[in-house]
């Protein structure tokens, strides 16, 4: 064994350790003592023909590290790292690569023979992380240093060529478009299934009438199925921005290069099309240093969640003792550990929670990217999360939301108990009087007097006699009676995309067609 070399100086000296040198680096204040121990230490684990702890020298050199003499600190790699969360792109990293050597043959930029050996390489790194038996290691950064350095570990020179003509930085960026990709597509099945769900919940209820309501007070009766319907409208404009999102994201970075492009003769249209995108990005400098197509991927997330938000809380307000509306069944609830009677509508409680932890991933990513100038900047490694971290819950809200939706009852009976309240049926009794000549302004006030009339005398409109009615207005006829109740005000609904019988099943034939929904028992 080598001697083991100590300066004396305690200030300044490192201390060298085995034949190769490991370098440990030593504090200005170490002790004699403590350098012994190191030395001993060091001269232990080599007799055990064991490597040291983790030290600078003991780490692999970087793929990036030709000009630097020192390896980075544990705590800046430890800080630096992105494979602990960037390694879900590891199926779009592989995918590019492979495009990506492809061209480069193709070009003239390596051999037919190297690109299929990389090729096959990257598929069989693929098999290993799909089998849970690929090694992620945090001294490689991320889940591109990853895949290839250990393609260069199992197929050695050729994979060298294969960062030839590209940069992490473009790299990066058409792994993420492509995820992003991937993640809308997934989102909008979901938000398919969400509104057959609601579909088929509608259909479920035919007839059954409840109070609409406006700034929480009850206001005008509507067709239950008229209201889930609106949340299926809705969420076809969630799916609609998440397809415009999807087409503005659909354009390739790869061959961008760090930010300027390159003077190798690479085919960008060829790689383009092979990975599925609409075409190469017309800028080098946009195409690796913008991340508008995060940020509207997370406005779009924003915007369901909120329509999300919006039917939990409404539903959470049904399901209550208040209310009474709405029953969820066993298999979608929860109970209280102090209070045996409870039966709670958790997961609509938890739809309407996430929705702020979707906006919040927003706002990150909209502060993480306000002040970055051109091109690429480290900041943002930091889109990821936020990203992953919306797409998850949206993804969970929609399916859980459908689940509620399969297995939720309505109480008829309570909500026609419920429906006397309140005079629902006044703006059809104003329609009433309009269509009898009376200007729309004067019947308000009459109807309104008629209500006041009905409040003293603690009764409903359909209960005043004619001779009462005409008393606020000779106009009033016997055939007033076939606009007072519910019932007849939702007859009488009659103007496009109305609350009636006739335009809300209309609306249903629309959405069976649309969602291809069968309708056999």
């Not at 590891?90 to 492809?102: C, E, F, R, T, V």
């Not at 990513?365 to 998850?392: I, M, T, W």
């Not at 006397?420 to 302004?441: C, S, W």
Request: hydrophobic letters at 40%; a negative charge.
């Amino acid at each position: 064994m080598e001697s083991l070399l100590v300066s004396s100086s305690l200030t300044t000296s490192p201390i060298f350790c085995s034949s190769k040198h490991a370098l440990i680096p030593k504090p200005q204040n170490l002790s004699f003592s403590t350098a012994r121990l190191a030395l001993f230490t060091c001269a232990a684990q080599q007799m055990n023909n064991s490597p040291p702890p983790s030290t600078a020298a003991a780490k692999e050199v970087k793929l990036w590290g030709g000009r630097f003499e020192e390896s980075v600190t544990d705590a800046v790699e430890k800080f630096t790292e992105s494979i602990s969360f960037d390694k879900a792109l590891y199926k779009q990293d592989i995918m590019g690569s492979k495009a990506h050597a492809s061209m480069l043959a193709k070009q003239g930029l390596m051999s037919d023979s190297d690109r299929d050996t990389i090729i096959k390489g990257l598929e069989e790194i693929e098999r290993q992380i799909e089998a849970g038996q690929f090694v992620w290691r945090t001294d490689r950064e991320d889940v591109h240093m990853n895949i290839e350095a250990a393609l260069t570990d199992l197929v050695g020179e050729p994979a060298k060529k294969l960062h030839t003509a590209r940069s992490r930085n473009d790299q990066v960026a058409t792994d993420f478009r492509l995820w992003c990709r991937d993640a809308i597509d997934t989102i909008i099945s979901r938000i398919k299934n969400l509104q057959i769900a609601m579909v088929k919940l509608a259909l479920q209820n035919e007839g059954l009438i409840v109070p609409g309501y406006t700034h929480l007070q009850r206001a005008q009766p509507v067709l239950l199925q008229h209201l889930l319907l609106a949340y299926v409208e809705q969420l076809e404009r969630d799916a609609g921005r998440l397809l415009d999102c999807r087409a503005r994201v659909n354009f390739c970075p790869l061959g961008a290069c760090a930010l300027a492009g390159t003077g190798l003769p690479i085919d960008r249209f060829m790689t383009s099309e092979a990975l599925g995108f609409t075409a190469p990005m017309r800028n080098s400098i946009d195409a690796v240093s913008d991340r508008d197509f995060v940020l509207e991927l997370l406005s779009t997330n924003s915007i369901t969640a909120v329509h999300l938000s919006r039917l939990g809380e409404e539903w959470v307000l049904w399901a209550s003792e208040e209310f009474g509306f709405l029953t969820p069944s066993d298999s979608v609830s929860t109970g209280s550990s102090i209070m045996p009677q409870k039966k709670n509508p958790d997961p609509m409680e938890l739809v309407r929670g996430k929705s702020a932890r979707v906006i919040g991933d927003l706002v990150s990513l909209l502060v993480l990217c306000k002040g970055l100038p051109h091109a690429y900047n480290r900041d943002l490694q930091e889109d990821k999360e936020p990203l992953f971290d919306s797409v998850k819950a949206i993804v969970g809200m929609l399916e859980v939301s459908a689940e509620f939706a399969q297995n939720v009852s309505f109480n008829r009976e309570r909500i026609q108990k419920a429906l006397p309240a309140g005079h629902l049926d006044a703006t059809t009794l104003a329609d009433y009087l309009v269509q009898k000549g009376i200007p729309f302004r004067t019947s308000h006030d009459i109807v309104g007097r008629s209500v006041a009339l009905c409040v003293a005398r603690k009764c409903e409109l359909q209960d005043l006699s004619l001779d009462e009615l005409n008393s606020l207005h000779p106009i009033f006829d016997k055939d007033v009676y076939e606009f007072l109740g519910v019932e007849n005000s939702i007859k009488k609904f009659s103007s496009y995309g109305s609350t009636g019988s006739e335009c809300v099943a209309g609306q249903l034939d629309y959405w069976i067609d649309r969602l291809s929904i069968s309708t056999e028992r």
